[in-house]
């Protein structure tokens, strides 16, 4: 009896220390978030000031708006994370009428040799549709970016009664091995940022887990990404 008690003694300790951290983390977050965003608020009017000035000059306006852009990323992701554990509000939807309304939207970002295709059902699911609208619509532009020709593909294929796939493929670059590891990172090294900040699939990959999803890259696939 003595050792029965002592071990769950010694488990309630565990669980309030876990629960103790994961509140001290929450506040972290929220310190982090709350950082970023006066940050963001300061530096706005010197970055309108700066662009004012900057006249016509091209090179000087696309990199404070790369730098605007970015400042509003951070924040955006910052606010993700420290609400991470909340899950969106979720509905029944329509696949096919969901993925077509955005495929429509990123066809006007694909370049004339590029066709879309689009392979959805007609299956409901339950899930937030703006939050995923966010995640696929990115993929699609990023995908549109970097085809030239060929195809991009927008398809949902249902796994078993409570999960989906949304599965996205184009026939462009591809990804560098090398870079591969740190697609999901944020804050990774960035050479340009008038290039992008690299926050967009760490961003979009945050946006997934608050659906209680992941987002992943197939490396198997070799026809481009």
Same mark, same amino acid.
Request: aromatic share 6%; net charge positive.
């Given at each position: 009896l003595f050792f029965l008690f002592g071990i769950?003694? &010694? $488990?309630?300790? &565990?669980? &309030?220390?876990? #629960? $103790? %951290?994961?509140?001290?983390?929450? =506040?972290?977050?929220?310190?982090? %978030?709350?950082?970023i965003s006066n940050i963001n608020t300061q530096m706005a009017p010197?970055? =309108?000031?700066?662009?004012?000035?900057?006249?016509? $000059?091209p090179t000087a306006i696309r990199h404070i708006e790369a730098l605007k852009n970015m400042m509003e990323h951070i924040q955006t992701y910052m606010e993700l994370e420290s609400s991470r554990e909340e899950r969106y509000e979720?509905? =029944?939807?329509?696949? %096919?009428?969901?993925?077509?309304?955005?495929?429509e939207k990123a066809k006007g970002q694909f370049k004339p040799e590029v066709e879309a295709v689009l392979n959805a059902p007609r299956v409901n699911i339950r899930t937030n549709a703006e939050a995923l609208e966010n995640v696929l619509l990115y993929l699609l532009n990023n995908a549109a970016l970097h085809t030239e020709s060929g195809k991009i593909t927008l398809?949902? #294929? #249902?796994?078993?009664?409570?999960?989906?796939?949304?599965?996205?493929?184009?026939?462009?670059s591809g990804i560098p091995?090398? #870079?591969?590891?740190?697609?999901? &990172?944020?804050?990774?090294?960035?050479?340009d940022l008038t290039e992008g900040d690299g926050l967009g699939l760490p961003t979009c990959s945050l946006i997934a887990y608050k659906l209680?999803?992941?987002?992943?890259?197939?490396e198997s696939y070799k026809k481009g990404t």
């Open positions: 769950m003694v &010694k $488990n309630t300790a &565990k669980i &309030k220390k876990l #629960k $103790n %951290s994961l509140s001290l983390a929450n =506040d972290n977050n929220e310190t982090k %978030s709350n950082f010197s970055l =309108d000031a700066l662009q004012h000035v900057s006249g016509n $000059n979720v509905k =029944d939807l329509s696949v %096919s009428t969901l993925c077509e309304q955005i495929m398809e949902f #294929k #249902k796994r078993s009664a409570h999960t989906g796939q949304f599965i996205i493929t184009d026939t462009g091995e090398e #870079k591969r590891n740190s697609l999901f &990172k944020p804050f990774a090294e960035v050479l209680n999803g992941t987002l992943r890259l197939d």
